[in-house]
């Protein structure tokens, strides 16, 4: 069975920091790309950033440029996204995602976890 469970989320303040991990298992075959998107309430699912399978490249949300950074350790099957000078508008629950092949480009495809809320108060 795929799976991406995300966690890490949580409840801070403004200015604060936290970390999300997306742990994946039961794929198989060539690693892929991955990234991190995030769905306010009544507002669509929006890319946060993105990853290509080896790590060598990212790319990011311009709201998140400078405070968000996103990693991966194909050794352990995981992914993190270290957010900082977390903002209101940062509020959303946040969703890892598998793209099709290594490129950046492939993210998203079809799996998806089950999210994990972030909450960021003023």
């Known amino acids: 069975q795929v799976q991406l469970v995300e966690s890490g989320g949580g409840l801070v303040q403004a200015g604060s920091s936290l970390t999300l991990s997306c742990l994946s298992s039961?794929?198989?075959?060539?690693?892929?790309?991955m990234g991190w998107f995030r769905q306010a309430p009544g507002k669509q699912r929006d890319v946060v950033a993105r990853i290509s399978a080896s790590g060598a490249l990212t790319d990011y949300a311009d709201s998140v440029k400078g405070r968000f950074t996103i990693t991966r350790n194909n050794a352990k099957n995981t992914m993190t996204l270290q957010m900082t000078d977390l903002k209101p508008e940062d509020t959303a629950v946040y969703f890892c995602?598998?793209?099709?092949?290594?490129?950046?480009?492939?993210?998203?495809?079809?799996?998806w976890g089950q999210g994990t809320q972030v909450t960021v108060s003023s």
């Open positions: 039961g794929f198989t075959g060539p690693i892929k790309a």
């Open positions: 995602n598998r793209g099709r092949g290594s490129a950046i480009s492939t993210v998203p495809d079809n799996y």
